[in-house]
């Protein structure tokens, strides 16, 4: 069974910064495409950033220059730094890893973890 830890939200003023970490472990053979995900009161899920096996990296228009993702295999950890933070990223934020078997692949989620950001 894979599990993806996260940690790093909490209450920022706004223009503050936080860095998000999601740590996966269990076992599997590699993990593909890793993102970050945001849900706000009474809004679906929205794609906040992702990136692939290969370090390609995909961002929402909302958080472009203000946000970066990383990734680093050896800890297969995703990270999610957030700058020039504003009160419309409050939200939960939830990871989400493809984690790949020798003949599937699966997608994993995070339990969440709050994002409030106060004006």
């Known amino acids: 069974q894979v599990q993806l830890v996260e940690s790093g939200g909490g209450l920022v003023q706004a223009g503050g910064s936080l860095r998000l970490s999601c740590a996966a472990s269990?076992?599997?053979?590699?993990?593909?495409?890793m993102g970050w995900y945001r849900q706000a009161p009474g809004t679906g899920r929205e794609l906040v950033a992702s990136?692939?096996?290969?370090?390609?990296?995909n961002y929402a228009d909302s958080v472009k220059g203000r946000f970066t993702i990383s990734r680093d295999d050896n800890k297969n950890t995703v990270y999610l730094q957030m700058n020039s933070l504003k009160p419309e990223d409050t939200g939960v934020y939830y990871c989400h890893a493809e984690i790949r078997y020798y003949i599937s692949t699966t997608d994993y989620w995070g339990q969440g973890t709050q994002v409030t950001v106060s004006s």
């Open positions: 269990g076992s599997y053979l590699n993990i593909g495409t």
């Open positions: 990136i692939t096996h290969g370090y390609s990296a």
